[in-house]
């Protein structure tokens, strides 16, 4: 009986080593099997894009071009404090992030174009020529100084809802400051230009920021029902430039930047204010505050045709009447939702 216990039980033995051999050659071949696969994936190359072309209106040559072109003025660094008072107010502050209003809660809601032209004695502050150590305080400049530095994305002119970036050469171009290549004698190989040799020399027109005559300023005018309350929030801002077109001298946009991009940037820069200089406000708070005199350009306001009131009205008197009633009439629906 013992015996026929001891085969039963070598006979077990023997089948559980014979399965256990099995399985772990069985896991040994799918192992081959996925490390071939691997193999196999691994030798074919994936291929990759080629990098895009490098952009020479980037290259550090460019820039200079472009700050000699007069569209982003050097200015010197002071060596020295230039006051007395220890502290700055302006340079560490920051934008105070918008108040969330429920799409539920727009019932109301208008789209303004405002054109606010520097010579206007309230709007003087927009062309101001002062300097400071963060460069030149005229505001084109401190436009064109965030769009060369990358910190906002100027926008072709062709629309105002912000649909084609441009760089600062495309920006260039559109301001008429592109460098272009001449041929001028050669006076050290020729000095007395008997041999005709020439060289090329490039040269890059000056720009004149007086050209600059105005800002149009998109806004949406809002009316929020939780806090009754109508909000006026900045979209965009586009330089007009004077030019001759046609033999007549008109103005048009050059570039459109999306203000909200730069409201953070403006916010740490000083306006000039020409009453007291110890209480000058950043320029994101004079957007905020709208602390500039436009008159208006086009509205959503009664224009199914989505036209300009300079094409709607040819009289320049009745033209700044209508866009007085547009903002008159703004206002009266503020004032009919309260109940006195």
């Known amino acids: 009986m013992k015996r026929v216990v001891s085969l039963s039980a070598l006979a077990?033995?023997?089948?559980?080593?014979?399965?256990?051999?099995?399985?772990a050659q069985k896991g040994r071949k799918k192992a081959s099997a996925k490390k071939t696969n691997t193999k196999k994936a691994a030798a074919t190359p994936a291929v990759e894009a080629p990098p895009p072309p490098p952009d020479p209106t980037q290259s550090p040559e460019y820039q200079d071009s472009v700050t000699r072109a007069g569209l982003t003025p050097s200015v010197l660094e002071s060596k020295r404090p230039n006051t007395t008072v220890v502290g700055e107010l302006v340079d560490l502050k920051i934008s105070l992030p918008y108040d969330n209003i429920r799409i539920d809660d727009q019932v109301y809601k208008q789209i303004l174009w405002k054109d606010v032209y520097t010579a206007e004695k309230m709007n003087t502050i927009f062309r101001y020529?002062?300097?400071?150590?963060?460069?030149?305080?005229?505001?084109?400049?401190?436009?064109?100084?965030l769009?060369?530095?990358?910190?906002?994305?100027?926008?072709?002119?062709?629309n105002d809802r912000f649909t084609t970036p441009l760089n600062i050469g495309q920006v260039a171009a559109t301001l008429g400051t592109v460098s272009s290549t001449i041929e001028v004698p050669d006076l050290d190989l020729d000095p007395t230009g008997e041999k005709g040799i020439m060289k090329s020399v490039s040269i890059t027109e000056e720009f004149n920021v007086n050209k600059i005559?105005?800002?149009?300023?998109?806004?949406e005018v809002i009316f929020d029902r939780e806090t009754s309350r109508m909000h006026f929030r900045t979209l965009g801002i586009a330089p007009l430039m004077s030019k001759e077109v046609a033999g007549q001298s008109t103005v048009m946009p050059m570039f459109w930047i999306y203000y909200p991009e730069a409201r953070p940037h403006l916010a740490t820069y000083e306006a000039y204010n020409p009453k007291n200089m110890a209480a000058r406000m950043s320029w994101?708070?004079?957007f905020e505050t709208r602390y500039y005199s436009g008159t208006i350009y086009k509205s959503t306001l009664n224009n199914p045709n989505n036209l300009n009131l300079k094409a709607m009205i040819k009289d320049p008197i009745h033209r700044l009447w209508a866009g007085e009633d547009i903002k008159e009439s703004i206002f009266n629906w503020e004032q009919d939702v309260w109940e006195y």
């Open 213 to 219: 005559v105005a800002y149009r300023i998109k806004e």
């Open 129 to 145: 020529d002062g300097e400071n150590d963060k460069g030149s305080e005229n505001f084109f400049y401190i436009m064109m100084g």
């Open 284 to 286: 994101e708070e004079i």
């Open 147 to 158: 769009i060369k530095n990358g910190d906002v994305t100027a926008f072709d002119a062709v």
């Open 12 to 23: 077990l033995a023997s089948l559980v080593c014979f399965n256990t051999d099995a399985f």
